[in-house]
């Protein structure tokens, strides 16, 4: 590497600690949530966020907003939620003067750098696919015109596990965007006490803000541009491929217990995630234990188990910690 690609690496371990040291001020005992999010971040993916209420889900996206110098939006998904309300829609628009008439095109919130879709499984499919294009394409289709969307862009999407009366889950194909499915789990004892304490007085933190639109998209670049190497690529994709139980040599307990697994994004996002999470750590290229470090992130979304393995309480997490454990490097049988 020459020394403009070593200072961006650098530029870009620096912007992520400057990032976490400002969210902290406001998240207690999140370290490897902060770290999952600012992954996906600078390497461009969404994330789909999942814990009960009152564990600062909403918090931290709107912390991570006023941290960055991006536009953010919070939609608060319900059950009368439109697809127009997310995307805009068209009114008419009188001129002053002539007193002609047009359609004019009023921008939705997804025309944002950040969008917090709160509680996403709250609204029915029809408006959850309105996100669809937005996530894939950067790009959104309007009474036939398609707008682009400002770059950068990052869905942020939250999730409630346990209260799943009048809520409709993600179809798979809209899961698969998600770079990372992030769960945050109740706090320790010591952390909730610290918590209370920091909350209920009259301190409000101030959060600097730490980078620009432009300065996080070179961060982007500079994930994209990181070299890594055919075994660890070789890796990525066995791993994602030993999730399907269709696929020749497949584990016995994938075959057992999963109906579908994971697809070929899985593969890319394992690259970019361990990619992100290497520079972020000041390394110049992967290895496979970043690409473990991601796994779970990245492939607990993508497996479909069956009635066998909801009958035995295996859950994907569970698929995943053995895959990590069974699946070689090399390539050989383990």
Known sequence: MDKNELQHIADLRDAKQRVASELRKVIVDQERVIEELLIALFAAGHCLIVGVPGLAKTLLVSSLAKVLDL?????????????????????????????????????????SNIVLADEINRTPPKTQAALLQAMQEYEVTAAGVTYALDLPFFVLATQNPIELEGTYPLPEAQLDRFMFNIYIDYPSGTDERLIVSSTTGT??????????????????????????????????????????PNQDGAPEFVKSW?????????????????????????????????????????????????????????????LIKKLVEIVPEDGSKG
């Open 71 to 111: 536009r953010f939006a919070r939609i608060q998904f319900t059950p009368d939620l439109m697809p127009s309300d997310i995307t805009g829609s068209e009114i008419l628009h009188e001129d002053p003067v002539t007193k002609s008439r047009v359609f004019k095109f009023v921008k939705g919130p997804i025309f």
């Open 203 to 244: 301190a409000v933190p101030h959060l600097e803000r730490v980078l620009t639109a432009a300065q996080v998209l070179e961060l982007q670049r500079t994930v994209r541009s990181i070299p890594v190497s055919d075994y660890v690529v070789n890796y990525a994709v066995r791993l994602a491929r030993a999730t399907r």
């Open 258 to 318: 999963v109906n579908w697994g994971a697809g070929p994004r899985a593969s890319q996002y394992l690259i970019l995630g361990a990619k992100a999470g290497a520079v972020l750590r000041g390394e110049l290229t992967p290895s496979c234990e970043d690409v473990r470090r991601v796994a779970t992130s990245v492939l607990r979304h993508r497996i479909l188990t069956n009635f066998s393995a909801e009958a035995e309480g295996i859950a994907p997490t569970d």
